[in-house]
């Protein structure tokens, strides 16, 4: 599992398993967001992610974002769950590169 830092409270990674929840909890990370939609193949269904994550300890948010399509309410979305969420947090999706553009949108939009 590749994590990259973004800030210090946000950092971003490729589509996790759910073997990786307990390393995750491990690094200190308190929130994990899912950006990747379960259509896509590959995707690990963000409901199982989910239970691992609260069973951890974890916050949870399913965002799914299509690959090329954001939307505002996708950012809008985003905004808020980073707003409220404990922080630090890991959001990933495929490959770490949507969660990375939707974060430079939501710091964008709030100037």
């Known amino acids: 599992m590749e994590i990259r830092q973004i800030t210090e409270d946000y ?60 939307t505002q309410e996708n950012v809008d979305d985003q905004a808020a769950a980073l707003g409220s969420l404990p922080k630090p947090v890991l959001a990933y999706c495929r490959s770490g590169a949507r969660c990375t553009n939707l974060y430079a949108l939501v710091r964008e939009q709030q100037g």
């Open 11 to 70: 950092s971003v990674a490729p589509q996790i398993g759910l073997e990786h929840v307990p390393l995750i909890k491990a690094a200190g990370f308190k929130s994990i967001i899912s950006n990747r939609p379960d259509t896509e193949d590959g995707a690990v269904p963000h409901d199982a992610v989910e239970a691992a994550a609260r069973e951890a300890g974890l916050e949870f948010r399913y965002i799914p974002v299509i690959s090329g399509q954001m």
